[in-house]
């Protein structure tokens, strides 16, 4: 866990089915993210890359940086801008994130 000025954040395995769907089209399916809590924003789950259909997704120009996390890089699909990201050098106390995708939208799938 990392702390600063009342800023947390927590990466721990998770082992809910997480699935990601645009238009239809299953992008990611997970039994085994990552999920990373933090202070004011929304649970978000990261998937390995193997879990991830890197395939249908474009890199985009658009770069990011948190000083919590460091500098996210982006992908997107057609009609779909920025959809995906990932931490390639994510901040020691985040480590755990390297290289897993992050999308904007996630379904928990119910087993």
Known sequence: MASTTGHTITVEPSD???RAVHDGQVLAES???LVLRETGCPD???LPPGDVRTDLL???DTRTHCPFKGDASYWSLPGAAD???AYPEPEEQVRAIKGHFCFYA???VPD
């Open 44 to 46: 978000r789950y990261y």
């Open 106 to 108: 996630t379904d928990i």
């Open 31 to 33: 039994r085994r993210p």
């Open 83 to 85: 959809l995906v990201w």
């Open 16 to 18: 809910v089915h997480v």
């Open 58 to 60: 474009t890199p985009s």
